[in-house]
């Protein structure tokens, strides 16, 4: 729950943006420093907390919990609170296990590039043990969650999303660049997820809003992957196309599939799920993504694609809540 749920990949996906900074210990101590747990005063157990809220990737969580939520109120008659709260909720535990059990598969890779080497288990902060029982946790309990207080479809997607991210997504990362692609599938999972928590089935407009973040997918990791081109190689992780040393293949898959999200943005007016305002913001939005990415795809310069990548995390979430706010004004007005 990636790509929307990867080490940065809010990726299914989603968890590859996260991995960028990391959170900052509060105990002053240099990351990759050993401490001696049962010497360590009682002041430093926020930096301990913290260690293991850094697993479940809180950006990307958040990418997610958005996602979960528009999926829900656009699925909504009428607003359903109950129903959303065990949403989140459970969607929370899924996407937060799923992180966490990325962690413990990737520590030794992440050991290998220097923007994840500080991450709690290849500094050596917390052992394999201990964050593989919290992933597995996590997720054993979200799964029952979503089962028990929304429906069995909803936590079958769920940890079909989960299992296809950690046993096809992640291994594929070391094997070939159609990892992007496979991830793209696990990642669109939450707001499908929403959206089944409600009506208990997949209808055309939950299909319709698995497709958005499907595509939005492939201009905001191939961005990710491009920065950060140099440190995946030393991990052997093929997240950009091989062979694409000038950037010639990503950024056109980047075009290619920023149009197609485009397009697909405006189905959802085309189905009736919004009106003209939303249509509006959908343009307007989606020309603005299709002008960072010319710009991305000109340049092939890192300031270029990360000007993409914020491009991509300002457009989801403000395009989700014009459709949201569109539909509302649709049955209230």
């Known amino acids: ?32 420093t050993q401490t001696n747990r049962f010497e360590t005063p009682q002041t430093h157990l926020p930096a301990w907390l913290m260690d293991f809220v850094s697993l479940i990737k809180p950006e990307v969580l958040l990418l997610v919990l958005i996602t979960t939520g528009a999926g829900c109120l656009m699925a909504s008659v009428s607003l359903d609170a109950p129903t959303l709260f065990n949403a989140l909720i459970g ?5 937060g296990g ?52 929304c ?13 296809s991210y950690l046993f096809l997504y992640t291994p594929l990362k ?28 997949i209808s055309l407009g939950g299909w319709i809003l698995y497709a958005i973040l499907f595509f939005w997918q492939f201009p905001h990791f191939l961005a990710i992957g491009w920065m950060y081109r140099d440190d995946y190689a030393r991990a052997r992780m093929f997240m950009i196309p091989k062979n694409d040393d000038n950037g010639v293949v990503a950024f056109r898959q980047v075009w290619i599939m920023s149009a197609a999200l485009l397009v ?44 993409l990548l914020h491009a991509t995390v300002i457009y989801l979430p403000v395009l989700l809540l014009m459709m949201v706010l569109d539909k509302i004004a649709l049955i209230y007005m």
């Open 151 to 163: 429906n069995l479809l909803t936590s079958a997607i769920g940890l079909a999303a989960l299992l």
């Open 98 to 149: 799923t992180a966490a059990l990325n962690h413990y598969a990737e520590r030794a890779h992440d050991a290998k590039m220097r923007r994840t080497a500080n991450r709690p288990l290849p500094s050596g902060r917390l052992t394999p043990r201990a964050v593989l029982g919290f992933g597995v946790l996590l997720s054993v309990i979200g799964t029952i969650y979503l089962a028990v207080n």
């Open 174 to 201: 070391r094997r070939s660049d159609l990892c992007t692609l496979i991830g793209a599938f696990p990642g669109a999972a939450p707001i499908l997820m929403g959206w089944t928590a409600v009506r208990g089935d």
């Open 264 to 307: 697909m943005s405006l189905f959802p007016a085309v189905l009736g799920m919004a009106g003209s305002v939303y249509i509006l913001a959908a343009l307007i939005l989606g020309i603005g993504l299709l002008i960072a990415v010319h710009r991305a795809a000109s340049h092939h310069t890192n300031l270029a694609a990360k000007e």
């Open 1 to 32: 729950m990636n790509s929307s749920i990867d080490g940065n990949k809010s990726r299914g996906h989603f968890a590859e943006l996260s991995s960028q900074s990391g959170l900052m210990r509060h105990d002053g101590q240099r990351h990759g």
């Open 91 to 95: 969607t929370a535990l899924v996407a």
